[in-house]
């Protein structure tokens, strides 16, 4: 018999198959969503450098859950991004948001950017903090408003944590700083037992998390450490898997070598180099990027890992201070303040600028073209708020006085130290060392917002650097192709610090993710107005949170603090 013939067994067979589809539907789609959230329609870039592929990207518990022609996906929501490109959230290679973090976690300028990583700790890092080293840090603190909880990285570390972040941090251990808590901002030998504790130092941050040892070899009192006694730190650092990241002690005619010197440091540590803000500073030493590109290639041709990073721009950004002779970046800010005062010191800063000094070849104010190329960033005090913006020839016609003794009286009223912007770069230097494969991209540059009026006029690279790359350097220019803008900003910069879980789309990584339009992305920060937020990146995700929604930031805080191989928790 069968069911044509029953109608009865026919309305119960078609009743069990009605239950069977059901219950099927069911058990394939369970009544909590598979996905937290879905992007579907968009470009994917993975960040590999690859061309752009079509499907979807799947985000469950903060991690990426698939990625590609996905079969029926669900998810609690699903972001459109038809017309966008959809990436791994860009590292900063160069950040120095070690502060307005602590301040602000929003991370306003940097997320806005579509960045999901910081990195930290540039020089004089934000730990340890001991000693002479824990009364500098606390002066720097004081614009900032911020009062210290910390002296190690860990309990820095926890503040940031218990706070929240809206991005994911990991810093270095700066050889200055170090050497600050041990010694002080003083030019003189350290004993075996002092330096001994400054390898100490360095170990106990590598076991609280940092990725490795960082120098600023143009300040005081990083200028003071000798090769050898780099060497000697970044060995603690190779120890925990560390790398070694240097501004190097000169970027025009001394830039061979300060290069040479940190390829030394690399290869005697047993350890990867990493040269922040690459570039060739000062009119008289354009055009001769590419020699400094062989050194780094002829380098790694020989085995050693280095690498670098630069910012899209052709203006630095430095201490007013730095115009200064060296011998007088040693010591405290009030021993600098004195010694302005003085007109013998006043007479030889002069002679210095207009005639040099040996091993001084890269002194900022020759770097930048003469006084007009040197632009008053930040001043803290009242009466000095109409200066910032200003070029230094400017102000000194304001204040009817010359040049040197203009600056001088400034950092006189400002306590001994300013920020300025210095005008030394050609954009084809610049745009020669963007080709280079293992150059990343880094801002140098603070999580700011327009509120933080400490800030004055800063940089336009802190609201704008890696928009600038994707809107001029990739659509308007053409120098670098779009997939391999975005691996330099993700991939690259992931391989580079060591930060294995990020800068790919890939299953099983962290869900950090920067949607952007390729045909509206600009920065819209100028040298004039820099606070201004950049435009056509309206989605941004960190772990699997949407932080960046359709341009708005939704005020969350996902990020976490990306600890380097060495820690013990």
């Excluded at 960045?115 to 606390?138: F, Q, R």
């Excluded at 880094?442 to 940089?459: N, Q, W």
């Excluded at 992931?494 to 790919?504: E, K, P, V, Y």
Aim: charged share 25%; glycine share 10%; proline share 6%.
């Amino acid at each position: 018999m069968s069911f044509r013939s029953c109608p009865k067994l026919l309305l119960a067979g078609v009743a069990l198959a009605a239950v069977i589809v059901t219950f099927s539907s069911f058990a394939a789609w369970p009544e909590e969503s598979e996905y937290d959230l879905l992007i579907v329609n968009g470009h994917i870039l993975d960040g590999s450098g690859n061309p752009w592929s079509s499907g979807a990207v799947a985000i469950r518990d903060g991690k990426i859950g698939a990625v590609g022609h996905l079969v029926n996906p669900r998810a609690k929501r699903v972001i459109d991004a038809k017309g966008l490109v959809v990436a791994p959230g860009f590292i900063d290679l160069h950040s120095h948001s070690d502060y307005t973090l602590v301040l602000d976690g929003r991370a306003e300028s940097k997320i806005r950017q579509g960045v999901t990583t910081e990195i930290l700790g540039e020089a004089e890092s934000a730990a340890p903090a001991i000693g002479p080293g824990a009364e500098a840090l606390d002066r720097e603190l004081h614009p900032y408003g911020i009062q210290r909880d910390w002296t190690t990285y860990r309990e820095y570390f926890t503040r940031l944590e218990r706070q929240g972040i809206s991005v994911n941090i990991a810093s270095y251990v700066g050889s200055g700083q170090v050497w600050m808590d041990v010694l002080g901002n003083v030019n003189r030998r350290p004993t075996a037992d002092e330096l001994e504790t400054m390898e100490r130092l360095v170990d106990q941050a590598m076991r609280d998390g940092a990725i490795g040892l960082s120098s600023g070899l143009i300040y005081a009192p990083n200028m003071f450490e000798t090769t050898d006694d780099l060497i000697a730190l970044a060995k603690v650092a190779a120890r925990y898997g560390g790398i070694y990241t240097s501004h190097i002690r000169g970027e025009g005619a001394e830039e061979p070598k300060a290069l040479a010197e940190a390829i030394e440091i690399g290869e005697k540590a047993r350890l990867p180099v990493h040269v922040l803000h690459f570039k060739m500073d000062a009119k008289p030493n354009w055009g001769h990027m590419p020699e400094q590109v062989r050194i780094l290639e002829q380098a790694r041709q020989r085995g050693v890992d280095i690498t670098a990073d630069q910012y899209p721009y052709i203006a630095a950004m430095t201490g007013l201070e730095q115009c200064l002779p060296p011998k007088l970046l040693e010591g405290t800010l009030a021993e600098r303040v004195a010694k302005l005062k003085d007109p013998e010191v006043r007479a030889g800063i002069r002679r210095d600028i207009e005639t040099g000094l040996p091993g001084w070849g890269d002194d900022e104010v020759k770097g930048a073209g003469g006084w007009n190329g040197v632009l008053v960033a930040a001043l803290q005090k009242p009466e000095n708020k109409k200066y910032e913006g200003k070029r230094m020839d400017e102000i000194a016609r304001m204040m009817g006085k010359d040049p040197v003794d203009a600056l001088c009286d400034l950092l006189i009223s400002e306590g001994g130290a300013a920020d300025a912007i210095y005008f030394s770069m050609s954009d084809a230097d610049v745009e020669f060392a963007m080709k280079q494969p293992w150059v990343g991209v880094g801002s140098d540059g603070i999580a700011a917002s327009p509120e933080m009026t400490f800030l004055g006029k800063p940089h336009p690279r802190f609201y704008g650097t890696f928009p600038r790359v994707l809107g001029v350097y990739v659509r308007e220019r053409r120098v670098l192709t779009l997939a391999d803008a975005v691996r330099k900003m993700t991939s690259l910069a992931a391989q580079i610090t060591g930060l294995s879980d990020r800068g790919l789309l890939r299953p099983g990584l962290a869900a950090d993710i920067t949607i952007f339009d390729p045909a509206t992305v600009r920065d819209k920060a100028t040298f004039e107005d820099p606070s201004q937020y950049p435009g056509g990146i309206p989605y941004v995700i960190v772990n699997g949170v949407v932080v960046i929604d359709n341009g708005q930031h939704t005020g969350a805080k996902p990020g976490r603090v990306l600890r380097g191989r060495g820690a013990q928790m």
